[in-house]
């Protein structure tokens, strides 16, 4: 299974002799690329899917961040998006 946090795992090196191609990635810098974004603004709430392309795969990467600027975010593989839109689907059939 696909971990798109594989790629932050690691310590972090000041050591110069190890190349930056070696060295785990600094806080702060983006491990993957942006494939494809969607912003949804709901009520009080904005929404942002991202699709993300790392070393180890694509990925889907979804963040919530409400009025207050509390922000959460989830991570799947695009492997599981089938049983995301299957379990979203049977949602909407009990609203």
């Known amino acids: 299974m696909?971990?798109?946090m594989s790629d932050l795992q690691g310590s972090q090196s000041s050591d110069d002799s190890v190349?930056?191609?070696?060295?785990?990635?600094?806080?702060g810098r983006q491990f993957a690329d942006d494939v494809?974004?969607?912003t949804i603004h709901a009520?009080?709430?904005?929404?942002?899917v991202d699709l993300k392309q790392s070393s180890n795969g694509k990925f889907f990467k979804?963040?919530?961040k409400s009025r207050g600027g509390?922000?959460?975010t989830i991570m799947f593989d695009v492997e599981?998006?089938?049983?995301?839109?299957?379990?979203?689907?049977?949602?909407?059939s009990h609203v």
Do not use: W
Not at 19 to 27: D, L
């Open 43 to 48: 009520r009080q709430r904005t929404f942002y």
């Open 19 to 27: 190349p930056s191609s070696v060295r785990a990635p600094q806080q």
């Open 36 to 38: 494809h974004s969607i």
């Open 80 to 92: 599981d998006l089938d049983q995301f839109i299957q379990a979203f689907q049977e949602m909407k």
């Open 70 to 72: 509390q922000k959460t």
């Open 62 to 64: 979804i963040s919530e």
């Open 2 to 4: 696909f971990d798109p």
